[in-house]
């Protein structure tokens, strides 16, 4: 019973059997119960009257007349047997006269037979009466069951209208709702329910009805959205599929099928891996694992194998949802042909770690393959050399042959390089004129010193620069892994340390590394960092030494130098400072810091009584010479209020020998400003006297080393030191400049320096260079009346 008459057919059974039956049931009994006691009471009372009726027959012995009463009893419907007997068991009377069951009988009534004699009432006789057992509804009178007849009429009448009535107002509207529903499954076509009523069936039809057509409108809706989706998916330019968690592909772009020349039923179905190269399998299996990035986007790069057998480079991109109780696992995946990409990539990867110049590894990819071969010769338990190799007056070419000339230089010198090397050997350019080589042997140190021997020695044979021989060395460093370096880095470092230690050894030749490298480039770290500190922390000063005239004694001016004044570790080496400083570059900053605070130390000696008109000298290091020097100076003296031809600007023959067209330019403005020249340390170069010729040089400064060999030991050596002083100073004066000698110790030099007719002097006779405080008290000191006491106050 599955239909819902059915179970309403039940329900209405249900409660008849369950409500009304019982009490129908109560009611019969009840009924029954009570017209059976009235039964018995009348039964009682006419077995009454008739027991009293046989008294006097069973008196008289009248068994006719016994029987006839007996007769009468049994006759009656609710009396099933009746038996009189006297009290002499003469008269026994049955009727019937086999006894029925007595199980048939309700009730068995005994009573005595009494009559009423003359001498009182007698015993005379027993009566037994059975009553019949009747049925439920034979106790009841034909009214009664009429009674009972019309009720259970009213019940199934009642039952009647209540099913056609469900059949109508419920049955039907439902059957026409289930046909709308399965004619809509079956057909996939949105059927409405004929049926229109005020009721409840009424507004459930019509909300069936206004469904069906909201999911009429939205099945539409949704077909069309999936008609423009696929659409989309087909028309747009780029490669797209789908595939499950299985990875086989579930759909395909009409794009993606033109791309790689597969058919649509070739793919669909077949997992994504089939179409990759081999090698790369399993590097798309894993790609969720290791190429997930943020945003839940998957990126990997693969070979993939196209319809006519072209292996094409693919970029995936693939993004997706994982399956839920609401929905099934979703997946979009873009393919992108970076065939081209990847081929620019590797020319670019190629183009990166190449020297364009040379053709050589440049310093990117020298570190690549540097990582590579320790990890080899580890492997096969070699040694690995490192030759940093750097030429010689390199920066010369450029300034003076042009960079055109230098880069045919670096070309010609990276062939003669690599015909020295083996085949497997690893030469590259790390930038400028530096070169770096590795080497991978058992005895790679020995192999390291032969193949530098011969490098060294293929580049003394000139070269040929634009038709003219041009002579060209190098400096080669070398370290060894593991001996002197446990990394990469290291090894180059060390090599480079090596390579420097040769460039200050007197550079073209090999030198290979030592600790005490090491040593040597920690304290040159130490001064540069001394260095940055001092020029945050103005640690820096200028020094005054007073140049002073050999005739009278008389301070005619003061040389400014550089002095760094460490908190700690007192004043520095100036030497080591400035050699490291124009390494490095800061000797430019170190130069302006010294100018700046020498003239305003020259602004305060120039207020000092007969000082007023003293110049100041100062050393110029090649690295300054800008063409913003001269309105640097010229903006300094306008500050302080100084002439510019109190400023004398020293120059060494190395400023000299750069023959740099700036230089010049320079040197000319800082003559034209006022300023005069001064050629430092004249007779230690190897064209000092020409530069007088070419250079607007105003103060010639003897060398140190020419003034202590006046007063030397050895006569021979105090000859020829008079002998280039005095062609010194007659080449200056002839050329019309003022000689200073330096390095003035004792009063022989002064002595014979005097007598040569040397205009000023400068040393440690008359002062050391001295902070300004110092100096002011140091210039009391200088006597100014006769020459004598200059003397003897200066020694």
């Known amino acids: 019973m599955h239909s819902v008459e059915g179970r309403f057919i039940a329900i209405v059974i249900g409660a008849l059997l369950v409500f009304v039956a019982p009490l129908f049931l109560l009611f019969l009994i009840l009924s029954s119960d009570r017209v059976a006691r009235e039964r018995l009471q009348n039964t009682e009372v006419l077995l009454q009257a008739n027991v009293q009726a046989l008294g006097k027959p069973l008196w008289d012995f009248d068994k006719e007349s016994i029987d006839q009463i007996v007769t009468a009893l049994q006759a009656d419907a609710d009396i099933s047997y009746v038996q009189v007997r006297d009290t002499s068991d003469v008269i026994d009377i049955r009727k019937p006269t086999v006894s029925p069951n007595p199980d048939d009988a309700r009730s068995i009534v005994k009573t005595d037979i009494l009559y009423k004699a003359t001498d009182g009432i007698k015993k005379v006789g027993t009566a037994e009466i059975w009553i019949r057992k009747e049925g439920l509804f034979s106790r009841f009178s034909t009214d009664e069951l009429s009674i009972f007849a019309i009720f259970f009429f009213a019940v199934a009448t009642l039952f009647t209208a209540a099913i056609i009535g469900n059949r109508i107002t419920i049955i039907r509207p439902l059957m026409r709702l289930t046909a709308a529903i399965e004619a809509t499954r079956r057909l996939g076509s949105r059927h409405h329910v004929d049926w229109t009523s005020n009721d409840e069936m009424g507004a459930l039809a019509h909300n069936f009805n206004e469904m069906q057509s909201k999911l009429a409108r939205e099945e539409n809706e949704l077909k069309l959205a999936h008609a423009r989706a696929t659409d989309i998916y087909n028309l747009t330019p780029a490669m797209l599929f789908s595939i499950d968690a299985q990875n086989r592909i579930t759909a395909v772009s009409d794009y993606w099928l033109t791309a790689t020349g597969y058919r649509r039923e070739a793919v669909i179905g077949h997992e994504f891996t089939d179409f ?373 600007v020293e120059i060494t023959e190395a400023v000299l020998m750069l023959d740099n067209p700036v230089v010049r330019e320079v040197l000319d403005a800082l003559s034209d400003l006022g300023c005069r020249i001064a050629l430092d340390d004249f007779g230690t170069g190897y064209s000092s006297l020409s530069y007088l010729n070419r250079f607007p040089v105003d103060i010639v400064k003897v060398d140190q080393s020419f003034t202590r060999s006046l007063s030397s030991d050895q006569p021979d050596v105090r000859r020829k030191s008079r002998m280039l002083v005095e062609g010194i100073r007659t080449i200056s004066h002839q050329m019309g400049c003022t000689v200073v000698a330096e390095g003035i110790e004792t009063t022989e030099q002064w002595d014979i320096l005097q007598s040569m007719d040397i205009e000023f002097g400068q040393g440690y006779l008359l002062s050391k260079p001295l902070p300004l405080e110092a100096l002011l008290e140091k210039l009391d000191e200088f006597a100014k009346p006769d020459v004598p006491g200059r003397r003897a106050m200066a020694s």
């Open 276 to 648: 990759v190269v081999e090698e790369c399998r399993e590097t798309y299996r894993k790609r969720h694992t290791t190429n997930l990035e943020d945003g839940g986007i998957c990126e990997v790069t693969l070979r993939f194998l196209c319809a006519d057998g072209n292996v094409i480079d693919v970029l995936i991109l693939e993004t997706g949802a994982e399956a839920s109780s609401r929905r099934q696992a979703l997946s979009l995946s873009v393919m992108t042909d970076v065939t081209d990409l990847k081929e620019a990539e590797t020319r670019n990867h190629r183009q990166a770690i190449t020297d364009h110049l040379t053709g050589l590894l440049n310093r990117q990819g020298f570190e690549t393959v540097l990582d590579e071969l320790i990890g080899e010769v580890d492997a096969h338990g070699q040694q690995l050399a490192c030759l940093f190799v750097d030429l010689d007056r390199f920066k010369w070419i450029n300034d003076n042959l042009g960079h055109a000339s230098g880069d045919d230089v670096l070309c010609q010198v990276a062939m003669r390089l690599r015909r020295q090397l083996r085949a497997n050997d690893v030469i590259a350019r790390l930038g400028g004129d530096e070169f770096a080589i590795l080497l991978s042997a058992p005895d790679a140190r020995q192999l390291a010193m032969d193949i530098s021997n011969r490098l060294v020695a293929s580049l003394r044979a000139p070269l040929i620069v634009n038709g003219a021989e041009l002579n060209v060395s190098a400096s080669i460093g070398i370290a060894v892994y593991p001996d002197h370096a446990a990394t990469a880095a290291c090894l180059l470092q060390k090599s480079d340390m090596a390579m420097y230690a040769r460039k200050r050894s007197g550079k073209n030749g090999v030198q290979l590394f030592d600790n005490n490298m090491v040593d040597i480039a920690r304290r040159r770290l130490e001064i540069e960092q001394f260095i940055d500190q001092g020029l945050r922390d103005d640690w820096f000063a200028a020094h005054l030494q007073p140049i002073v005239s050999l005739a009278d004694g008389r301070v005619a001016g003061f040389e400014a130098l550089m002095r760094l004044h460490h908190p700690e570790r007192g004043i520095l080496p100036p030497a080591k400072i400035i050699g490291i400083a124009e390494e490095n570059g800061t000797i430019a900053r170190i130069g302006d810091c010294i100018l700046s605070k020498a003239i305003a130390n020259l602004a305060v000696i120039s207020k000092l009584d007969g000082l007023g008109d003293t110049y100041l000298a100062v050393n110029f290091s090649p690295l300054q010479f800008e063409q913003v020097l001269p309105a640097r100076i010229a903006a300094l003296l306008l500050e302080r209020g100084i002439a510019p031809s109190r400023i004398v």
